[in-house]
């Protein structure tokens, strides 16, 4: 990385370094103050998928005159099922630069391309809130759903368009209970059975609870139950005065007892009566289930513009659900018996970012 700064250091005295072991505390207290910077900026990630995944990641900063001007994070993930890819960032929905200046942002950019040439990679995957670059290739798949929420309960209920506001009642009436969790045991039970069921490799219990370690406090596990059995829950990420649902499962016995709409009204409800003010309810592939849930609670979808600077590949990576050459496996992953899935799961979900 040495080498790559001096090549590109300005007349203005821009550098760009790679955040080292120290740099944390540096780092997050840009990001807390740069407005379009996310939760996935964050320099936890970096320890997050070096330690659940094993991935080598590339945490990038411009820097002038000791002020870090903007931040870009990677994750070098290399696949022998799904390619060789420097993603911004792997297992996260947003990514690419957040930055104050345009010739940071401009620096980062190019900083990463040239990492991507000389790591010889397939592509360079950005994941941007915002399109950049016209002429690389996008994918327009994925939207994301983001409102603001109310201090007062009953303001963000009536929110809630009337079809769906009678489901949240329904999970109110049928006497279901929310609670925090300070483990994730009871969350990753219930997730790996509703992944599994959705066709979908699950991760392994250790990302959860590494999350859970190096993002403390801003990472929660809210738990549904009926009658004291689990039935739903989810792990929540909280950044400023936002908050993001971001792993979440349910039982087959959930549906009737309406426990997702519960779990999710009871979410909001939380946030907004600690101060939070947005609710990020995350990513969706266009004309999926998720798609048309979010929908149902007055959420408009807005594109994510994930953006590709091809190097060995000739045209963008497809590894998603979609892909039609992925179908046959969806389908097998369905019929697997839950031990299985879980044992299996794992060594495949680390390489999908």
Same mark, same amino acid.
């Given at each position: 990385?040495?080498?790559m700064?001096?090549?590109?250091?300005?007349?203005?005295?821009?550098?760009?370094?790679?955040?080292?072991?120290d740099g944390?505390?540096? *780092?997050?207290?840009?990001?807390?103050?740069?407005?379009?910077?996310?939760?996935?900026?964050?320099?936890g *990630?970096k320890?997050?998928i070096?330690?659940?995944?094993?991935h080598q990641?590339?945490?990038?900063?411009?820097?002038?005159?000791?002020?870090?001007?903007?931040?870009?994070?990677?994750?070098?993930?290399k696949?022998?099922?799904?390619?060789?890819?420097?993603?911004? =960032?792997?297992?996260?929905?947003?990514?690419?630069?957040?930055?104050?200046?345009?010739?940071? $942002?401009?620096?980062?950019?190019?900083?990463?391309?040239?990492?991507?040439?000389?790591?010889?990679?397939?592509?360079?995957?950005?994941?941007?809130?915002?399109?950049?670059?016209?002429?690389w290739?996008?994918?327009?798949?994925?939207?994301?759903?983001?409102?603001?929420?109310?201090?007062?309960p009953?303001?963000?209920?009536?929110?809630?368009?009337?079809?769906q $506001?009678?489901?949240?009642?329904k999970?109110?009436?049928?006497?279901?209970?929310?609670?925090?969790d300070q483990?994730?045991?009871? =969350?990753?039970?219930?997730?790996?059975?509703?992944?599994?069921?959705?066709?979908?490799?699950?991760?392994?219990?250790?990302?959860?609870?590494?999350? $859970?370690?190096?993002?403390?406090?801003?990472c929660?596990?809210?738990?549904?139950?009926?009658?004291?059995?689990?039935?739903?829950?989810?792990?929540?990420?909280?950044?400023?005065?936002?908050?993001?649902?971001?792993?979440?499962?349910?039982?087959?016995?959930a549906?009737?007892l309406k426990?997702?709409?519960?779990?999710?009204?009871?979410?909001?409800?939380?946030?907004?009566?600690?101060?939070?003010?947005?609710?990020?309810?995350? $990513?969706?592939k266009?004309?999926?289930?998720?798609?048309?849930f979010?929908?149902?609670?007055?959420?408009?979808?807005e594109?994510?513009?994930?953006?590709?600077?091809?190097?060995?590949?000739?045209?963008?990576?497809?590894?998603?659900?979609?892909?039609?050459?992925?179908?046959?496996?969806?389908?097998? *992953?369905?019929? =697997?018996p =839950?031990?299985?899935?879980?044992?299996?799961?794992?060594?495949?979900?680390k390489?999908?970012?």
């Open positions: 990385m040495d080498n700064a001096t090549e590109i250091q300005t007349e203005s005295r821009l550098k760009i370094r790679e955040l080292e072991k944390g505390a540096r *780092w997050d207290a840009f990001v807390q103050g740069c407005a379009e910077a996310t939760f996935f900026h964050r320099a *990630w320890a997050v070096e330690q659940a995944f094993g990641t590339h945490f990038l900063y411009a820097e002038r005159d000791g002020t870090i001007e903007g931040v870009l994070s990677l994750g070098h993930v696949s022998l099922l799904f390619g060789n890819n420097l993603v911004s =960032l792997p297992f996260c929905v947003y990514g690419g630069v957040a930055a104050n200046t345009e010739e940071a $942002r401009a620096a980062l950019e190019q900083a990463a391309c040239a990492l991507a040439e000389r790591l010889r990679v397939d592509a360079l995957e950005m994941r941007n809130l915002r399109p950049r670059h016209e002429d290739p996008t994918k327009e798949l994925h939207v994301t759903f983001r409102k603001t929420i109310d201090p007062d009953e303001v963000n209920l009536k929110a809630i368009p009337r079809k $506001r009678a489901m949240v009642r999970g109110i009436n049928a006497g279901l209970k929310s609670e925090l483990g994730c045991d009871r =969350l990753y039970r219930i997730y790996a059975e509703s992944v599994r069921n959705l066709g979908t490799p699950v991760f392994t219990r250790r990302y959860f609870q590494t999350l $859970r370690n190096v993002f403390g406090p801003d929660e596990v809210l738990m549904i139950t009926h009658e004291g059995r689990d039935i739903a829950g989810v792990m929540s990420f909280y950044f400023r005065d936002e908050v993001l649902p971001y792993y979440g499962g349910s039982t087959f016995a549906r009737n426990a997702n709409d519960f779990m999710y009204w009871e979410l909001m409800r939380q946030a907004g009566e600690r101060g939070v003010r947005l609710f990020d309810f995350g $990513r969706s266009k004309g999926a289930g998720s798609y048309s979010k929908k149902n609670w007055g959420f408009t979808p594109p994510l513009h994930y953006e590709y600077y091809l190097v060995k590949a000739r045209e963008m990576p497809e590894i998603n659900p979609t892909n039609p050459k992925y179908q046959l496996f969806i389908n097998a *992953w369905k019929r =697997l =839950l031990p299985v899935a879980n044992l299996v799961g794992p060594m495949l979900a390489d999908l970012g």
